[in-house]
């Protein structure tokens, strides 16, 4: 098997192309998920580390949108860092995320998704703001592509009744 005689070499040139390729990505979901440009870093570092060592699994599996796969990465890492219990006693305040916008309505809106439920802002975070299709978010997130059309859909409903001034419960 050719791929078994320079492993390190592919998997180490295969990794600095997803770097070049989407790290911005994978920064841009982490920040938003975790709301801390420092955890995010962390975090964009460990879902590289993460993607290098199972990098055999990726070739088994055969894996086509190299995005998508990275980003479920990420979005997983994010999860393990608000699990932890540093994190949970972190002083976490929602109006210091780094990237809301300054525009009134879009800061409620940015503020809205940061307090959905992790299913609705994972989809809208992926879908919205990565830009990914409902198939490459549901391959992200490794759930059936309708999953992601009815939890974007709930998500634009409580987030239209938040923004309609209705006590939304995310």
């Not at 990505?25 to 955890?39: N, S």
């Not at 086509?64 to 002083?91: E, G, P």
Request: proline fraction near 3%; glycine fraction near 4%; hydrophobic fraction near 35%.
């Amino acid at each position: 098997m050719e791929r078994a005689a320079v492993p390190s070499m592919v998997r180490e040139e295969r990794l600095r192309e997803w770097i070049a390729q989407y790290s911005g990505a994978v920064m841009k979901t982490c920040r938003a998920y975790l709301g801390d440009p420092e955890e995010a870093e962390d975090a964009v570092q460990d879902t590289f580390f993460k993607a290098w060592k199972h990098m055999d699994a990726y070739e088994r599996k055969g894996i086509q949108n190299d995005k998508a796969w990275l980003l479920r990465i990420a979005v997983n890492t994010c999860r393990d860092y608000r699990r932890s219990a540093w994190f949970r006693h972190m002083d976490r305040r929602l109006d210091q995320l780094p990237d809301i916008p300054s525009r009134d309505q879009d800061r409620a809106l940015a503020l809205d998704i940061c307090r959905l439920k992790e299913r609705y802002k994972q989809v809208v975070l992926l879908y919205y703001y990565q830009g990914l299709t409902l198939k490459e978010t549901g391959q992200a997130l490794g759930i059936p592509q309708t999953t992601v059309f009815r939890r974007l859909e709930k998500a634009r409903e409580l987030l239209r009744e938040s923004l309609e001034g209705g006590d939304a419960d995310a």
